[in-house]
Nanobody
Framework: QVQLVESGGGLVQAGGSLRLSCAASGRTFSSYVMGWFRQAPGKEREFVAAISGNGGTTVFANSVKGRFTISRDNAKNTVYLQMNSLKPEDTAVYYC??????????????????WGQGTQVTVSS
């Protein structure tokens, strides 16, 4: 079981940037597809972005495409989410998670196994 800890959330004005980090325990980090999800109050948890084990392939939700980037440093067992041009609708708790398979085909919540505790991102208008 991989343990995940997110950090980097906070309060930012619209148009600003934040970088989230997700530190993972264990020696098999590079074998996992990693994903970021977010959940706003009263809404379902939704997929944001994912990255393959070697970092060569990334996938984004349409709502963040062109504004967010995802990257990873396997030597540090860490995955990042760089968020630029933030909007008030990006306000949510952001979670990182490990994907159960290495296939980059489906990004439902049920496709992911271990989850972090989340970090709050608030974007003011």
């Amino acid at each position: 079981q991989v343990q995940l800890v997110e950090s980097g959330g906070g309060l930012v004005q619209a148009g600003g940037s934040l970088r989230l980090s997700c530190a993972a325990s264990g020696r098999t980090f590079s074998s996992y597809v990693m994903g970021w999800f977010r959940q706003a109050p009263g809404k379902e948890r939704e997929f944001v972005a994912a990255i393959s084990g070697n970092g060569g392939t990334t996938v984004f939700a349409n709502s963040v495409k062109g504004r967010f980037t995802i990257s990873r440093d396997n030597a540090k067992n860490t995955v990042y989410l760089q968020m630029n041009s933030l909007k008030p609708e990006d306000t949510a708790v952001y979670y990182c998670a490990t994907k159960k398979s290495q296939l980059l085909l489906s990004f439902l919540r049920s496709d992911f196994g271990s989850w972090g505790q989340g970090t709050q991102v608030t974007v003011s208008s």
